[in-house]
């Protein structure tokens, strides 16, 4: 039975000798945001159920395609769909995509989802832009023996999240008129949506958003030291004091209307890098 580096290993190679080029910069797109993936020239696509020891998409608005294209020469994967760990999957299931795309030579990971504002401040529909994040999930994708050549043992989350390719999306998004929040994002593990008194604990330790992606990505892309920029759909604001019940197909439909903005922002910050 294959380890885990050696699916990873495998599905790399897979990948690499059925494409032109070898990607630079990863995409992940989340709820109701595959469509922003096609900002590119796509000539390479894979159904990840095509992949060997590929997870397969269980969400609906997930697409569950990988993609391979270009945009003003560089070359860019990107994932319609992720995985999540209320999915079932194990936090290295969750995070197998990033090794495969370290594996290939990616060195710039953008992250996109969909999340519940918990600041009061943000609206539907806004875009903010996460600085720094809270792991509420009980996982980490690094536990267990250390992959030395994947990264080092203890690595240093202070900057998870790229100053400078978060500087590139806020310009971006003032050129397009587009103002951008920035704040903390705390990831849980779900699938059951936060209750009220949960929404003030949150508040109270400092989230500005919360949702059940991302962290796991992030945590192996810093350990294999990609720069990060991640960006989150505020689809619905959280009042505990005045608790409005949230659908799923609610969530969806608030992430799709705002995918144009997403796109024209990532497309903006991939011409700059």
């Known amino acids: ?31 109701g945001l595959g469509q922003s993936a096609e900002v590119l020239n796509i000539p390479e696509s894979f159904e990840y159920k095509h992949i060997p020891h590929f ?46 795309m370290q594996e290939m030579g990616v060195k710039v990971l953008i992250l996109t989802n969909a999340a519940g504002g918990l600041n009061p401040e943000f609206n539907v529909g ?10 509420l999930t009980g996982s980490n994708p690094l536990i267990g023996s250390n992959e030395d050549r994947w990264g080092i043992r203890f690595p240093d989350m202070v900057n998870a999240y790229d100053q400078r390719l978060s500087a590139l999306a806020e310009k971006a998004g003032k050129d397009a008129g587009i103002h951008l929040q920035k704040g903390i994002y705390a990831g849980l593990k779900g699938p059951s949506l ?25 945590i192996t892309a810093v350990h294999a030291g990609m720069k990060v920029l991640s960006l ?11 608790p409005v019940p949230a659908t799923f197909e609610q969530i969806v439909d608030v992430a799709e209307q705002a995918s144009p903005r997403l796109e024209m922002i990532i497309r903006n910050v991939l011409e700059k890098i």
């Open 194 to 218: 936060e209750t009220p008194a949960e929404i003030r604990f949150l508040r109270t330790i400092g989230a500005d958003a919360v949702a059940f992606s991302t962290i796991q990505e992030v």
């Open 232 to 242: 989150s759909t505020i689809t619905n604001v959280h009042d505990p004091d005045t």
């Open 55 to 100: 997870p397969t998409s269980t969400v609906e608005s997930h697409p569950g395609r990988l993609l391979f294209g270009d945009m003003d020469g560089k070359q860019i994967i990107a994932m319609q769909g992720r995985f999540h760990l209320y999915e079932g999957y194990s936090e290295l299931e969750v995070s197998f995509p990033i090794r495969v």
């Open 1 to 31: 039975m294959k380890n885990y580096k050696d699916k990873v290993l495998e599905t790399a190679e897979f990948l690499r000798s059925r494409i032109a080029a070898l990607p630079q910069i990863g995409l992940v797109t989340g709820t």
């Open 126 to 135: 806004d875009i903010m832009i996460i600085e720094d994040h809270i792991n």
